[in-house]
């Protein structure tokens, strides 16, 4: 689980005006991070298997809103893909 100000930095960083806290964007930045955490996690304990089901889970969840992202938005669908050096997702 992320701690408040480090969620409150990626909110801050990828905010698309001054009071966003939900979009595409925000919530794909803070799935990335948390993904990263539980990977961490993982790796050293490799039979938390409810941990790995979460994992699976937020990893679900990021992989839709960047199709979302992409179907509506190309441009920040190829900001947001350079600024977290993610993969492209093919459809």
């Known amino acids: 689980m992320l701690?408040?100000?480090k969620k409150q930095k990626l909110i801050?960083?990828?905010k698309?005006?001054?009071t966003d806290t939900?979009?595409?964007q925000?919530?794909?930045a803070i799935l990335t991070e948390e993904i990263k955490e539980l990977t961490k996690h993982l790796k050293s304990h490799k039979k938390d298997f409810s941990?790995?089901?979460g994992l699976i889970k937020k990893v679900t969840?990021?992989?839709r809103l960047m199709r979302y992202i992409k179907r509506e938005d190309e441009?920040?669908?190829k900001e947001i893909i350079e600024s977290l050096k993610l993969r492209p997702i093919n459809e």
């Open 61 to 63: 969840e990021r992989r």
């Open 16 to 18: 698309t005006h001054e």
């Open 51 to 53: 941990s790995r089901r």
């Open 22 to 24: 939900g979009s595409p």
């Open 75 to 77: 441009k920040a669908y």
């Open 26 to 28: 925000v919530q794909i």
């Open 12 to 14: 801050a960083k990828f």
């Open 3 to 5: 701690d408040k100000t």
